[in-house]
């Protein structure tokens, strides 16, 4: 009997449970949830309470209030059965994670500036082409000779046998034949520089590119696009001199109103193959450089990675890109559009700017004209864009006018609130140098134009497409992330997160 009053007793210490405090350590909290996870509701109706009981909660505040005596029941239960899940696969470590050692490190900084001396050689031999070609100096020297030809004519027997066999070519006879030793000395000399400074291009560039190679400096894939471009220097010779040959040819003399130069297609594709090259050199040198700027600072076109990284995922920011790349390309083609104005002597007619005879456009027979036809029916009047100066400069016009006007466009963005917003300090920089050299060469082609091709306007005019073009590509280097290896190497060294 007394033991039933007593345990009723104990009910209302039990019913009578105090509102939660708030905890002040989170232990508390994670003790408090494991009181109620292993406390089943029926253990605790059935506990018994015992006078001077430990606490259930030893540290902290009480789980139950203040004063609160409710202990462990003596019976445990049993946790239910857990689930057992499949071990997760394991991931691919983090570039952080990865040591140094197993890491490929990006080019080291000589190896972007020996690219860049060589694109400084691929422009001097460019504007040392276009001395040549304006002084008639290219037809001068009449064997190739990728060797031997290295030493010019020593003595007065080797000066004459080479005067003796320029005799004997077109030009000479139609156009030179007044020359004398003097004369053919100094187009001699200027076409043997020309053919000299591209000797030394292979040299300078093939030679550490080897030893780069060997010494594992520079990793295979890239290794592999620079002996590409390697194999472009030796065809780039091939290929000038089956330029000069066409300039050498006797059936220049049967043509009538003929002039012995060289195809204007085949010199494009030499102006071309050269530009192809300074640009492969130029934008490798220039993206090495930038990446190895970026693992020493973390920086990237002036913004830390992480920023450049969600800059560039902007869809403003892609059209942006995309939009230089097609703005590139058309630099490109009118570069090359003028190899056709220089080849065919075009900008020796219509010497005005920016009419042409007093129109803005020629006259429609002048810029078809049927005598370019190559068939009978006279249908393929489309060659007057190859072959009628008139249409090659019209052209050439054209072309340089849509290129202005694109690079104002890309100049007029970098003032735009919007754009302002998001571009890199680097993008903006780049830009804005594009437009400037874009104002000098037009001023250049005008000034070349109205002064009849004065030799140092032209072959600054043809230096001022090059160095548009080096414009362009900084910008889109600026635009470029920095490179597998690069990001790599800079986790690796614990610099800075770039994720």
Aim: net charge positive.
């Amino acid at each position: 009997m007394l033991l039933a009053v007593r345990r009723a007793s104990c009910l209302p210490s039990l019913l009578k449970i105090q509102p939660l405090r708030p905890l002040a350590h989170p232990r508390v909290l994670l003790r408090f949830a494991s009181v109620k996870s292993d406390v089943p509701r029926a253990a605790l109706k059935a506990a018994s309470v015992a006078k001077d009981a430990p606490p259930l909660v030893t540290k902290g505040a009480p789980a139950f209030g203040k004063g609160s005596n409710v202990v462990k029941p003596t019976s445990t239960a049993t946790s239910p059965p857990q689930k057992q899940y499949p071990p997760r696969p394991t991931e691919k470590p983090s570039d952080a994670s990865v040591p140094p050692s197993a890491v490929q490190p990006p080019p080291p900084p000589v190896v972007g500036i020996w690219l860049m001396v060589s694109s400084v050689l691929v422009l001097a031999v460019v504007v040392v082409g276009g001395v040549t070609r304006l002084t008639e100096s290219g037809l001068s020297i009449t064997q190739w000779r990728p060797i031997t030809g290295i030493l010019p004519p020593l003595s007065q027997e080797e000066w004459d046998e080479e005067f003796t066999k320029y005799k004997a070519t077109p030009e000479f006879k139609m156009l030179n034949h007044s020359a004398t030793l003097d004369d053919f000395k100094r187009i001699f000399s200027m076409e043997w520089s020309h053919r000299i400074l591209g000797r030394l291009i292979g040299v300078v560039f093939v030679a550490p590119l080897a030893y780069f190679t060997m010494s594992k400096k520079i990793s295979t894939p890239l290794a592999i696009k620079l002996w590409g471009l390697g194999l472009l220097i030796g065809a780039q010779g091939a290929l000038g001199w089956y330029m000069v040959k066409s300039g050498l040819e006797d059936s220049i003399m049967e043509t009538p109103g003929a002039v012995p130069r060289v195809s204007q297609y085949r010199l494009a594709a030499h102006l071309g193959l050269a530009f192809a090259l300074y640009a492969g050199m130029f934008s490798t040198g220039m993206a090495i450089i930038k990446d190895r700027r970026f693992v020493n600072t973390g920086m990237s076109s002036g913004l830390s990675f992480s920023s450049f990284n969600a800059v560039m995922e902007n869809p403003l920011m892609k059209r942006f890109k995309t939009y230089t790349r097609v703005l590139t390309g058309l630099v490109l083609l009118t570069a090359v559009s003028g190899a056709f104005v220089a080849g065919l002597d075009a900008g020796l007619v219509y010497n005005e700017w920016p009419l042409m005879g007093g129109r803005l456009v020629p006259p429609t027979d002048e810029l078809f004209a049927p005598a370019y036809a190559k068939n009978e029916a006279k249908s393929d009047v489309w060659w007057n864009i190859f072959e009628n100066p008139t249409t090659v400069q019209f052209d050439h016009r054209m072309l340089a006018t849509t290129t202005y006007a694109g690079m104002a466009v890309l100049f007029a963005q970098t003032f735009r609130p919007a754009w302002r917003a998001i571009l890199p300090p680097l993008v903006v920089t780049s830009t804005r140098a594009a437009f400037a050299m874009a104002n000098v060469q037009v001023l250049l082609g005008i000034s070349t134009l109205l002064y009849l091709v004065p030799v140092p306007l032209a072959a600054s005019h043809q230096a001022g497409s090059i160095l548009l073009l080096s414009t362009m590509l900084q910008l889109l280097v600026a635009l470029r992330r920095p490179g597998a290896a690069a990001r790599a190497w800079r986790n690796a060294m614990n610099k800075s997160p770039t994720s």
